[in-house]
């Protein structure tokens, strides 16, 4: 089925270094999204984006955080600059159409920031 | 249960068995989607389930949803060892895919 892929699958970060996750969505999706999934809690909704622009972010997605797609090439959290407690696994998803549709989620990039 | 304070959920339960996890949650939602999340991999839908339907059914898998109640379910019928796997409810209340999810059950299917 479709794949949402994420690069890299783990990355280990000094506290104040930036990071940049980069995500690679099924290729006629429209909408991108970025989950925060905390160990051994549940997923939780940080942006969601369409046409260059965010529509949507939660009181998780900090200052620090900012989103991109440059020319349809791969969707990017980036986080600037990091804080011990952005330590997590990051998910990127996308979805054809907004609302009551599929959504697909890559397999995460755990982030651990020392 | 999902929602709320608890912890994340643990089940366990032999290969054969029926098994039915449940998800209330707090706030309208026009879909409830089940997704399954394996060990190091991110979460896949199995079931989708919009607010004009009260049951869908796929395979062993049967979701129901009571928007009265808010409440959704989720059956396995004579479960499998593949069937080992945390399961999520989530919801989407402004209908644009923000969706917000539930702790989870973690689902351990013994032979």
């Known amino acids: 089925g479709p794949k949402v892929l994420q690069i890299p699958s783990h990355q280990i970060i000094d506290m104040g270094q930036m990071v940049t996750l980069n995500c690679d969505p099924v290729?006629?999706?429209?909408?991108f999204y970025w989950y925060k999934q905390i160990l051994g809690q549940q997923m939780e909704f940080l942006v969601n984006?369409?046409?260059?622009?965010?529509?949507?972010k939660s009181k998780l997605f900090k200052d620090q955080f900012s989103v991109e797609r440059p020319d349809g090439s791969y969707f990017t959290l980036k986080i600037q600059p990091t804080a011990l407690e952005d330590s997590a696994v990051y998910f990127c998803?996308?979805?054809?159409?907004?609302?009551?549709?599929?959504?697909?989620f890559g397999k995460g990039t755990r982030l651990t920031v020392v | 249960s999902q929602w709320g304070e608890e912890n994340l959920q643990a089940l366990s339960i032999q290969e054969g068995e029926d098994v039915t996890m449940n998800c209330s949650y707090k706030?309208?939602?026009?879909?409830v989607h089940w997704y399954r999340q394996d060990s190091g991999r991110g979460p896949a839908l199995i079931i989708l389930?919009?607010?004009?339907?009260r049951e869908k059914r796929s395979g062993r898998l049967r979701a129901t949803l009571d928007t009265s109640s808010q409440s959704s379910s989720l059956s396995i019928t004579a479960a499998q060892c593949e069937d080992t796997a945390v399961y999520f409810c989530?919801?989407?209340?402004?209908?644009?895919?923000?969706?917000?999810f539930g702790q989870g059950t973690v689902l351990s299917v013994i032979p």
């Open positions: 706030t309208y939602t026009t879909v």
């Open positions: 984006f369409y046409n260059g622009k965010v529509m949507e």
């Open positions: 389930i919009r607010s004009n339907e």
């Open positions: 290729s006629n999706h429209l909408y």
């Open positions: 989530a919801t989407d209340s402004g209908g644009n895919n923000k969706l917000t």
């Open positions: 998803a996308s979805s054809l159409d907004r609302g009551r549709e599929e959504v697909f």
